[in-house]
């Protein structure tokens, strides 16, 4: 079974910037092939997903963080990253790594790691 575990988030300014992991513990070389996906949820909102990456590296966005935000992967530590630069007030969520729905099934959701982003 495939654990996911984030981490990273924190409270930042307006314009600051944070960097969040997420390891798929258990994945295996499952993890290499599986085009992944970066999802936050903020209160009262559905979760949305805001960054793709697939098993070779190809990204996209949504539009909201375009320009601000790169998602990158290193397959030998089943790890996926999200450098989130320029942040805003309105980025501020629950953010969640998974596979990428679009795609694939995805696996049990973890716990998260919640982003404030305020002055």
């Known amino acids: 079974q495939v654990q996911l575990v984030e981490s990273g988030g924190g409270l930042v300014q307006p314009g600051g910037s944070l960097r969040l992991s997420c390891v798929a513990s258990?994945?295996?070389?499952?993890?290499?092939?599986?085009?992944m996906g970066w999802y936050r949820q903020a209160p009262g909102k559905e979760r949305e997903l805001v960054a793709q990456?697939?098993?070779?590296?190809?990204?996209d966005y949504v539009d909201s963080v375009k320009g601000r935000f790169t998602v990158s992967r290193d397959n030998a530590k089943n790890t996926v990253y999200l450098q989130m630069d320029s942040l805003k007030p309105e980025d501020t969520a629950v953010y969640f790594c998974?596979?990428?729905?679009?795609?694939?099934?995805?696996?049990?959701w973890g716990q998260g790691t919640q982003v404030t982003v305020s002055s």
């Open positions: 998974n596979r990428d729905s679009t795609y694939v099934t995805i696996w049990d």
């Open positions: 990456i697939a098993g070779a590296g190809r990204t």
């Open positions: 258990g994945s295996g070389s499952v993890f290499s092939i599986s085009p």
